[in-house]
């Protein structure tokens, strides 16, 4: 059984073949994401209490919570996918990384734009310098870093191992940046706790909060899917399985 | 509960329905975009496959 | 220094002599060029001269953020400085030698670290003293932010290693190497400056030193490994 599971990832490391994989893949993961989301919606909006201090802001918890823990699951995914494109040297697995950071970082800028907006009404400001914005913001200049390099280097290999060397790079700080940035705010401490992290929770807040983290991560499998599929043509646009791809689409869909 | 304090949310609507606009906005993009762009690469593939074939 | 004294330095010789001579060489074309040492200072002055003028030159206020500025402006001290560790080795095709030498490179790497420390970081930390008087510092953390400093770059020289040598080959590194190696000098930046601010005001900060300790102690580690794996990869 483990044999033929290796056998299966072994046959997806070839472009052609998870290329036509990842299509139905990227679908199905899709209708799982938005099965999760409808619920998930009602819930959050409608379905669930509102929290007794912050009254009905609390519901920008459902979407800021959400994309916070997708901006660290899609790094670390993005590291996991880097140490297998490295190791094995399987370039559909740097594909998969590069896919991946424009979705991580839109689920970072969420994060921080929708912890902005949550932090207005319940502090006054627009910004707040506490610990897990801070982190999300030190982790989107981290995406746009990988970003910008890959754009700076024309040879799609070198692109690929530097990126994937930045990506673990960055994955081995995190853990120091959480820590040190925890530190440094506590240090400053102000009269002000932040809310975003609530030491027990309702399961009446729970569970859509669960249900939309759910569906935003179903959300990336699908959506990274798509844009590996896109970089895979990229790369492949002179290869034999392509042209036959396309030489057999005549008229546009 | 009535759509207008639905809509109102406790006084916080701007703030709550703003996150969750662009939380849409921003999952929807980010879905059409690899979409359209693969529908593009198809087609200018093909149309260089038919340049080559004549 | 020609190609062929390069190879030779490297391949003929032992791995102690190859390490030695490439430091050896380092020194001695710095301090060539000993003018140039100076503009890291210069910068690092004018950095900090900056914030009064920019703020207030209020003695009070100044003296509470003295440690923050002293900091910042020695990290973009530092960071101005990191293209210089492999860009004359890459004109020259020296840095090529190096990957095609016997020797291990993560040696090579971590002998070229140090020299690039002993060049752009130690004067740095020499003049961090007078800077910090001159922002009015309060004498008594002027220990702690010689130890932190001291911890602190070469924390800022093997982290930027990494980066350089993940930019080596390009035309225009620059400004991109400050933006891969901004967000990893910020837990240093964390706990130097939060240490002399501590200091400042009478607390006790072995465990802050004792976190750049172990930071500095995990890059020398790893850094020399993660920047050869990085020019192996920009050198094709």
């Known amino acids: 059984m483990l044999d033929t599971m290796w056998n299966w990832l072994h046959k997806l490391a070839s472009p052609p073949m998870f290329y036509r994989f990842a299509g139905p893949a990227a679908n199905g993961f899709g209708w799982l994401s938005l099965a999760l989301l409808l619920p998930g919606i009602f819930l959050s909006l409608a379905g669930s209490p509102p929290d007794y201090q912050q009254g009905e802001s609390v519901r920008i918890m459902y979407v800021h919570v959400p994309a916070a823990w997708l901006s660290m699951f899609v790094y670390m995914s993005m590291a996991g996918a880097a140490v297998v494109g490295l190791v094995w040297r399987i370039k559909v697995s740097h594909a998969f990384v590069r896919a991946s950071a424009p979705i991580g970082a839109a689920f970072t800028f969420l994060a921080l734009v929708t912890g902005s907006l949550w932090g207005k009404p319940m502090w006054g400001t627009w910004w707040i310098w506490d610990a897990r914005l801070t982190s999300e913001l030190i982790l989107l200049f981290l995406y746009l870093g990988f970003v910008a390099l890959q754009s700076a280097i024309e040879d799609r290999d070198t692109a690929d191992r530097a990126g994937a060397i930045l990506v673990l790079v960055g994955v081995v700080n995190i853990p120091i940046i959480h820590y040190s940035v925890e530190w440094w705010n506590t240090l400053h401490q102000g009269a002000t706790v932040t809310k975003f992290d609530k030491p027990s929770i309702d399961w009446r807040m729970l569970l859509p909060l669960l249900l939309m983290a759910m569906s935003f991560t179903f959300y990336y499998a699908s959506a990274a899917l798509r844009r590996t599929r896109c970089e895979i043509l990229e790369r492949e646009r002179n290869s034999e399985w392509v042209r036959e791809l396309t030489g057999g689409i005549d008229a546009v869909q | 509960m009535p759509f207008n304090e639905f809509l109102g949310m406790g006084g916080y609507g701007f703030y709550v329905w703003t996150s969750w606009a662009l939380a849409f906005v921003v999952l929807i993009v980010n879905y059409i975009a690899p979409l359209r762009r693969e529908k593009q690469l198809l087609r200018q593939f093909s149309r260089r496959e038919r340049r080559r074939t004549q | ?236």
């Open chain 3, 1 to 236: 220094m020609h190609p062929a004294t390069a190879t030779r330095a490297m391949s003929g010789v032992s791995l102690s002599g190859a390490l030695w001579s490439i430091l050896k060489r380092d020194l001695l074309v710095a301090y060539r060029h000993r003018s140039q040492l100076a503009n890291p200072l210069l910068f690092f002055t004018m950095v900090v001269t900056l914030f009064p003028l920019g703020l207030s030159p209020d003695p009070q206020l100044l003296s509470t953020i003295a440690p923050g500025i002293v900091w910042v402006a020695a990290l973009l001290a530092a960071m101005l400085s990191l293209e210089g560790m492999f860009r004359s080795d890459f004109e020259d095709g020296t840095l090529e030698q190096m990957l095609l030498s016997p020797h291990p490179l993560s040696l090579l790497v971590l002998t070229k670290i140090t020299a690039h420390w002993l060049i752009s970081g130690v004067p740095l930390l020499l003049m961090a003293p007078l800077l910090g008087g001159l922002l009015n510092i309060r004498p008594e953390s002027i220990g702690i932010l010689l130890a932190t400093l001291a911890l602190g770059t070469p924390l800022l020289s093997l982290i930027g290693a990494i980066a350089v040598a993940l930019t080596v080959g390009l035309r225009r590194g620059g400004v991109l190497l400050s933006l891969l190696v901004l967000p990893l000098y910020i837990p240093v930046l964390i706990f130097g400056a939060g240490a002399v601010s501590n200091a400042a005001a009478g607390m006790d900060v072995t465990g802050q030193l004792a976190v750049l300790g172990a930071l500095l102690a995990f890059a020398f580690g790893t850094a020399p490994f993660a920047a050869a794996a990085a020019l192996r990869i920009s050198l094709n």
